[in-house]
């Protein structure tokens, strides 16, 4: 199994939204797969809809967008490195946003 740094694209969705603001999450992540083929079902397997209570008594879901990049890893590592995290960070809007213009906008596509 070879081993993979994979970037991604998750989106948060507020109910309700009182401040029309979207919140995106880039983060990378480690992961081993026999092949780039299988990289994206293993990732929707792990990335299902998290939902929870938010601190004003409505409901945050935190959903898998898109796969941004996959690139090999050529470090051995020993253990279990799957979808540990490498990096992140959290893309705040005061306003709608789409993923598309996320994507666009941050070049995270690149």
Not at 47 to 53: A, I, K, M, N, S
Not at 84 to 89: A, D, G, N, Q, T
């Amino acid at each position: 199994m070879k081993l993979y740094s994979v970037k991604l694209l998750l989106e948060s969705t507020v109910i309700p939204n009182e401040y029309s603001s979207k919140t995106f999450e880039e983060t990378i992540v480690l992961l081993r797969a026999s092949g780039q083929d299988g990289i994206e079902t293993k990732i929707r397997g792990h990335f299902v809809d998290l939902t929870y209570e938010n601190a004003v008594g409505g409901q945050t879901t935190w959903s898998f967008v898109t796969l941004l990049d996959v690139f090999e890893v050529v470090d051995h590592f020993d253990g279990d490195v799957d979808f540990k995290e490498v990096y992140s960070r959290f893309l705040p809007f005061d306003e709608p946003m789409t993923a598309g213009e996320v994507i666009e906008k941050y070049s995270l596509d690149k």
